[in-house]
């Protein structure tokens, strides 16, 4: 289950709600908090979780717990159109192998994205610029025109 939904559940169960009591204090279907809370839906909007910690009267920790939840809880990924390619196929294999990773192995994974040094600014590839016509030498274009 993502990290949300284990949050959503326990946040629900120590304030004493039923999800149909809750799933009505917030304007849903109780099929959707308990979707929510085996983890069947993606991650909720914003909104929702802020009208959750507003409705659940959580304390600043809790609500941030619960905001870094949802976001820790985002199923897709967006790499800048300008990574580079090896950015592209790491993060592929990654795809491929995350059913079969054992704790050790994403454990790693994590230590590395904590690394500091390099950016991906560093080995960022120059913008390829394309030569319009317009940009050639009045010369080169002289002579392209006679021919």
Same mark, same amino acid.
């Not at 949050?7 to 979707?35: C, I, M, P, V």
């Not at 910690?53 to 939840?69: I, T």
């Given at each position: %289950? +993502? ?15 039923? !999800? ?9 279907? !109780?099929?959707?908090? +308990? +979707? ?17 910690? =507003?409705?659940?009267?959580? $304390?600043? !920790?809790?609500?941030? =717990? ?6 820790? +809880? ?10 580079? $390619? ?6 592929? =294999? ?10 050790? &192995?994403? =454990? ?6 904590? %690394? ?23 010369? &080169?274009?002289?002579?392209?025109? %006679?021919?």
């Amino acid at each position: %289950m +993502s990290p949300f939904s284990i949050l959503l559940h326990e946040f629900r169960l120590r304030s004493n709600l039923r !999800q149909s009591d809750l799933a009505e204090k917030l304007g849903y279907e !109780q099929s959707y908090l +308990s +979707s929510l809370e085996v983890g069947r839906k993606g991650r909720p909007t914003r909104e929702f979780v802020l009208k959750l910690v =507003e409705v659940l009267s959580l $304390r600043d !920790q809790d609500a941030e =717990e619960l905001l870094q939840a949802w976001e820790d +809880s985002c199923r897709t990924i967006e790499i800048p159109a300008d990574a580079p $390619r090896a950015l592209y196929e790491a993060l592929n =294999e990654i795809r491929r192998a995350m059913d079969h990773l054992c704790p050790a &192995q994403i =454990e790693i994974f994590r230590q590395t994205a904590r %690394m500091t040094g390099e950016s991906l600014d560093d080995h960022k590839p120059d913008r390829l610029r394309i030569k319009r016509r317009r940009d050639r030498p009045i010369k &080169q274009m002289e002579d392209t025109e %006679m021919e």
